[in-house]
């Protein structure tokens, strides 16, 4: 399904507002969770399969600023920096409504990414 395909539709319960740009088969997007009554972000999808050697392309689809680094928020809310090896160092910062490109991953195995403003908001990416 092509970026500007989602526009208004629901994905689970997330709303995709704007996507932005065209990362191909990984795209992951940034976005608000409408099923709770506060404001909630989050990755979607959470986990992505890419291929070695490809980029990820984050998509920041609403006003939200956002900064995504290596590592994850474990089940008790604490954050958990980490690099795992094979890892692309990733520190990027999102100010709402834009796009980066991340990787690329050149080593196969499952890398955490996280954002270190919003609790619980994981990616897991799997490089095959
Ligand atoms: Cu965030």
């Not at 932005?20 to 972000?41: H, K, P, W």
């Not at 910062?93 to 403003?117: E, K, M, V």
Request: proline share 5%.
């Amino acid at each position: 399904m092509r970026p500007e395909e989602i526009i208004g539709q629901i994905l689970g319960h997330y709303r995709l507002i704007r996507p932005l740009g065209y990362g191909g088969s990984a795209t992951v997007f940034l976005a608000e969770d409408i099923n709770l009554q506060r404001e909630e972000m989050q990755f979607v999808p959470t986990s992505i399969t890419i291929k070695k050697g490809d980029k990820l392309t984050l998509v920041d689809d609403v006003a939200v600023v956002h900064v995504i680094s290596n590592g994850r928020w474990d089940s008790n809310g604490t954050q958990r920096p980490a690099i795992e090896p094979g890892a692309p160092a990733v520190q990027v910062q999102f100010n709402g409504n834009d796009q980066q490109s991340i990787g690329p991953f050149n080593t196969t195995g499952t890398f955490h990414l996280y954002c270190t403003i919003h609790v619980n908001m994981n990616l897991t990416v799997v490089v095959q």
